[in-house]
């Protein structure tokens, strides 16, 4: 059994047990050793390299997976785990960002997303404790729930199966008095991140595609006839390269891309399990919630009765903690009943921030793509950009393709952009606790804000 991940590793005890029994083993890989040639080399094992990787070997091209740590290594094995059918915005932002034309494609790309997932948990009979539950999104101050009842509006008209929750619903869906409105959306799903990456991982080598795991790649070199990735102990020469490094891109693999993304670290944590009184009250129906505050609302029920929750954090530490006493007073005030829950594990994640926060495709150079822009929404997204990297690596244009392609641009403020967010989630933070003490109980008989 390998047990070399940063989740199964750290997690101590009945955790670690429990993991190992409900994710997928990593897939065996070697790293890189000689120098080989290959079609497709593709760098990064998370979902967008997976899923490029079995979208090309399907298609009879030969591909190398080139990963510096593990497959799942980066934000694909540390997510939260809810696939959501919108993307980070609601259609209707969307048709004004991108116009109607690309917001179409977007728009039921998203929508399907849920469904692409499990298209490929199936065919490939993935071992990630996926289910369809559906998920909620609640408003947290009156102002949002006026705003989460014009979405439903929206949503009604564009005929989405999107219900609007009132108060007693509300109440029955989440088991809280903190909110009165909630939209249920019964496409939404979720999943064990790290199992489905792996699962992805399998699926890519089962296809034909070649995985080398502990390989970083240090140099990317033009040649007259393709691309030569240089690794510690070898080298891929490829026809064309994807580079799906995500959070990580990196100014040293090609000029511009470190700069073209906004890494932000974001923080999970998980409890000891439930019970029996709780798990009849809190989320009943295991639907992933989130609420419209600003800074991480997630909070989710695992099939065993563990809550995992999205947790503020240092943004920019790499050994940062996972803020303990802000996620015990957001939960004890959502659900009194949970207020001497133990937390027994968290860790944190990178994620690829963009400044309008949408996927998109960069074609870089003859034979290389890359693709990135999640901003916390890839687990359906990065499925669909990685099939998407695939066709365009193989000569396909936008009319085989789904998300947005653009030209990679740096981002002018890179140089200090640490500060500048620092500023920004304090403001946040403040927004938050604030909203929090004077609405406390939103659902509650007393509809009066306190
Ligand atoms: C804490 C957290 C919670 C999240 N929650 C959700 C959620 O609930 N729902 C959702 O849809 N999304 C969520 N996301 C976002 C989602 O996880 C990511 O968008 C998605 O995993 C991105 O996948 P990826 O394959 O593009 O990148 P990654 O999974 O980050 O993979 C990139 C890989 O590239 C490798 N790499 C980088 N440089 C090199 C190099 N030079 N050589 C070799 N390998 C290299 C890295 O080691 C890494 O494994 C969350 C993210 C985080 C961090």
Redesign the pocket.
Known sequence: MQLDNFLLAKAQGPLSEYLSAMTELEPETVPLTSDVDTDVAI????????SAAIELAKKGHSVRV????SI?????????????AFSKFMPAKVERDLGEAIAAKVNGACAAGPDLVFSFIDRYQMRCSAYRTGNLVSAHTPAKEAELEAIARDLERRKLPVQLLDKAATKAYIGSERYSVALFDPRGASLN?LGY?RGLGRAAISEGAVIHCR????QLEKMMDGWRLRTPAGSVKASRVIL?????N?DE?FPGLGRAVLPVR???MISEPLGKEALEIVLPGKQPLNDTRKLFS?VRLWPDGRLQV?VDGPPFAMDGEAMLSAVRRRITMMFPILKDLRWEYSW?????MTLDEYPRAYPLADGLWTG?G?S???????TLL?RDLARLAVGGSDLDTVLPISTLKPIWFHGIHRPLINCLVWKYRIEDYLNDVRYARLGSQNLHPL
């Open positions: 760098v990064g094992a998370g979902y967008t390299g997976l080139l990963e510096a740590h799942g290594w980066g934000a694909s094995g540390r997510a939260w785990g809810q696939i959501a991140p990456a390989t970083p790649v240090r799906a490094t995500n959070a990580f990196s693999l974001a923080y999970q997630g999205g944190g994640g990178w994620v690829d990135f999640f916390g929404r890839g687990i359906a997204m990065g990685g």
